[in-house]
């Protein structure tokens, strides 16, 4: 079972960056569509971005369309980057990494591995 860590979140104030970073247990990052996604409190995990499984096309939610940019280190080829720029407290939220054998959905339930996720705090 292939398995998905994240880090790289922490407390930042409003207009900062902050890089998470996903680390997957095997060669996962080639093979899967991969995504990112957050919840913030009291509302439902929603879609961040998302890269396919074949040719690196990445997708991003309004929200994050020119702040974020996923990407992946195709020399390790098991980690995968979301820089976050002119982050505002509506980022605030626990951010996770997910993948599935397909393609990349807005869905979470769509995604079959899933990583603990990592905790963003961006201060007003």
């Known amino acids: 079972q292939a398995q998905l860590v994240e880090s790289g979140g922490g407390l930042v104030q409003a207009g900062g960056s902050l890089r998470l970073s996903c680390t997957a247990s095997?060669?996962?990052?080639?093979?899967?569509?991969m995504a990112w996604f957050r919840r913030a409190p009291g509302k439902d995990r929603e879609f961040v971005a998302g890269?396919?499984?074949?040719?690196?096309?990445?997708?991003y939610a309004d929200s994050a369309k020119g702040r974020f940019t996923l990407s992946r280190d195709n020399t390790h080829y098991n980690t995968m980057y979301l820089q976050m720029n002119s982050l505002t407290p509506e980022d605030t939220g626990v951010y996770y990494c997910?993948?599935?054998?397909?393609?990349?959905?807005?869905?979470?339930?769509?995604?079959?591995?899933w990583g603990p996720g990592t905790q963003v705090t961006v201060a007003s």
């Open positions: 095997a060669r996962i990052v080639g093979n899967y569509a």
């Open positions: 890269v396919s499984r074949n040719n690196n096309a990445t997708s």
């Open positions: 997910a993948a599935n054998r397909y393609d990349v959905k807005p869905d979470p339930s769509q995604y079959t591995h």
